[in-house]
């Protein structure tokens, strides 16, 4: 696989509405897309930085940044057997990895077109349809998250997830609850929290959730073991896990019994492949998470989703729930039973809509192996 041309884009996209999480709101994305040619053959990743560093320590500028200034620059012009063998070749450049991930899974893409085979199936992926949830920001107040809760589950989503925190937690899911008593409801707090809030936290225990992701600091494996220990709601760890080894210390602490896989927060498809990997070996659920992405980030999750291990519905769900109008062609749809069909053609296996990129493409960069310009 010669990598003869990688091209660099910001586009923008207006999420249809505002995003609440405790970390603040968003609802303008300045999203990387980047696109890898070679052999005849062109591969799409993306990179789900934020546009502060307020979920984990990237932004979209920062990823512009190392992508532009190091790893492009490392990449071009080589000559990889596999999509695998990239992490090894970006060792030397320490963290980004949502950076790594939006290059990395251009070239997953590319191989599998390569090799004529749909992406999921070039990971290992054993089924053709995943289960999907949602993940609902902070509302108002109680009775319009209600609402909303019955309103995603009309389209059939499996599973229901609840932003919260503090001031805004308990009573918020106890309505919810109140009026759906069986669903499978489960609650993000993304770090909100300290370990002096363990007696509020324990009081979510009595909603009977399938999970509290996140409730204390997004580099503390070690606090959320102590905070396991005082509440029975199982604890999924999300930003503290940008890697196998963080997988491992925690399930060892006891810091969580469930993971959260983001191709972004892990460095791309092959640190998520080792780290699904070893989670099935220890009998530890996972499922995949999402950041708002656009379609090409979302394809790439419904081909992660489809790994075994992959038990738990993520927070991918439809294109429409997003964006009045997606990259990508047909849009994510979601099934009246709540799950995703895997498309089953090389690659992503979904169509690139170009021309509409392009309008919505706001700057870009591009590097071209010396070969190929001769
Ligand atoms: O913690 O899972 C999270 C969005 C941005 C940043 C962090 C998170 C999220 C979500 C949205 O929960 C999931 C989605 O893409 O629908
Ligand atoms: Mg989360």
Known sequence: MKIESIALREIHMRLKSPFETSFGVVQDRRILLV???GDGINGWGEVTAGESPAYNAETTDTAWHVISDFIAPLLIGKNLAAASEFPKLVNQIRGHEMAKSGVENALWDMEAKLRGVALYKLLGGAVDEIAAGVSLG?????????KRVGEELQSGYQRVKLKIKPGKDVEFVAAVRKEFPTIRLSV??????????AVQLQKLDEFNLLMMEQPLSWDDIYGHSKLQAQVRTAICLDECIYN???ALAAIEMKACRIINIKLGRVGGHTEARKMQAACLRRHVPVWCG???????????NIAM?????FTLPGDVSASHRYWNEDIIEPAVEVTAKGTIRVPS???LGYA?????IEEITVRRNNWTARSAVN
């Open 305 to 309: 989703s489809t790994l075994p291990g």
């Open 244 to 246: 196998t080894n963080h």
């Open 352 to 356: 690139i809509k170009r021309d509409y």
């Open 188 to 197: 993000d707090a993304n770090s909100a929290y300290t370990l002096d809030d």
């Open 290 to 300: 999402g950041m708002l992405e656009s379609g090409i980030g979302r394809a790439h």
């Open 138 to 146: 902070i509302r108002e107040n109680p009775e319009s998250l209600v």
């Open 35 to 37: 696109e890898a040619i």
């Open 345 to 347: 053609t090389p690659g």
